[in-house]
């Protein structure tokens, strides 16, 4: 009895290692791992002016990711006829008029957080419409939309995440306060060394970078918070985690299409927390599922099938793809690289093993248990007979 709970336990452990992923987490996350979509509301009282849709037209006719899905009491807007957006901005936009919903109806939607002036735009995380309280609210006009896409900080952490490298370090400072060299040239150097050294007991990851010719070391982009320009990611940033505020340096690593692991903060930021950091995000992904593993998307725009992803081989073509976008693939999706079909095969045939050992383990246990208790309870009823 012993022998076989020992085998099966043995079984359970030594199957999940032995098909892991070997292929880095950031190198994954890049091909695979779509943003998710947060949400953003344009509050109005009334149907928007002339002026107004015509900003939004011009934000859709510039060929953004923009998507919207219908719900209650909300109407859709920047579709096409098929009722996709475009572009490739995770976030969907949609218009409420407040004069059509309940008070009722719309403290449940806003969580009490109502904004007070109109025509307001209102922001949430993915899938946390209606749940929370919304993240930022400012008001309506052109500029809010041009910063809801874009922002300098943000389009040079997307050409940084572009070229393929093991993420970027986002570094914020605190509002109008100057942060000395010192600082943070120790910063690029502990990211320098945990690198060069779990490179070299991660060789997968090491030969990964190595074959990059864009990779030029672990880029780290400072942020101060008090940047006018930048408030939206700062509010994305600094509500992301419990007890974050704009007094404190704060270092976020950042990889993959945009996905934050998490904030290191004030006197947490050191050798060991950079470390750790860094090991999972060389390390092998040893879930390919998003949403198991830890981190955030940001708000961004980006063509992020066109980012380096080196363990990819250009011997065939990718199939004609459908999905969100309503334009048809360009030429230019000819020129990308694809997955190596044995890679492909041996994830899918490492799945199938990983899952099959499991389930056989855990019966197998349970089976044990289960003739365990019920020996057990027979001999005590034979002793209580006996006696």
Request: negative net charge; hydrophobic residues 40%; aromatic residues 8%.
């Amino acid at each position: 009895m012993l022998r076989l709970f020992c085998i099966s336990a043995i079984l359970v452990l030594i199957t999940e290692p032995l098909f892991s992923c070997s292929i880095p987490v950031f190198q994954y996350s890049l091909a695979r791992w779509r943003p998710d979509d947060y949400h953003a509301l344009i509050v109005v009282e009334g149907d928007l002016t002339e002026e107004q849709q015509g900003w939004l037209d011009g934000l859709a006719k510039s060929g953004l990711g923009l998507s919207t899905a219908e719900k209650p009491g909300l109407d859709p807007s920047l579709t096409d006829d098929a009722g996709h957006g475009r572009g490739s901005l995770n976030c969907r936009i949609e218009i409420l008029d407040l004069s059509s919903v309940s008070q009722d109806e719309a403290d449940r939607l806003f969580r009490g957080a109502i904004p007070e002036e109109l025509p307001a735009l209102v922001l949430w995380y993915p899938r946390t419409l209606g749940q929370f309280p919304p993240f930022w609210t400012g008001p309506f006009n052109e500029t809010a939309l041009r910063a809801l896409a874009h922002s300098p900080k943000r389009l040079e952490l997307v050409q940084h995440l572009m070229k393929g490298g093991p993420g970027v370090w986002l570094y914020v400072t605190p509002a109008n306060q100057q942060t000395g060299a010192g600082k943070r040239q120790w910063i690029k150097q502990q990211l320098h060394t945990a690198l060069r050294e779990l490179s070299e007991i991660m060789p997968f990851a090491g030969d990964t970078l190595a074959q990059s010719e864009s990779f030029e070391g672990v880029p780290l982009i400072e942020l101060d918070a008090g940047d006018e320009k930048e408030q939206i990611l700062l509010s994305i940033l600094l509500s992301s985690a419990p007890d974050l505020g704009s007094n404190d340096a704060i270092l976020f690593p950042i990889f993959g299409r945009g996905r934050v692991l998490y904030p290191i903060a004030g006197q947490e930021i050191g050798e060991r927390s950079i470390r750790e950091a860094m090991s999972f995000l060389l390390g092998p992904c040893g879930c390919i599922i998003k949403s198991l593993n830890p981190g955030l998307d940001l708000l961004l725009t980006a063509e992020w099938e066109k980012a380096s992803i080196f363990y990819f081989e250009d011997e065939m073509p990718l199939p004609e793809l459908t999905g969100i976008m309503p334009l048809p693939p360009s030429d230019d999706y000819d020129d990308l690289l694809v997955v190596d079909e044995e890679k492909q095969s041996s994830m899918f045939n490492a799945g199938v093993i990983k899952i099959t050992g499991l389930l056989f383990g855990a019966g197998l246990l349970v089976v044990i248990l289960i003739t365990f208790v019920t020996r057990r309870a027979a001999g005590r009823r034979s002793r209580a007979a006996g006696g």
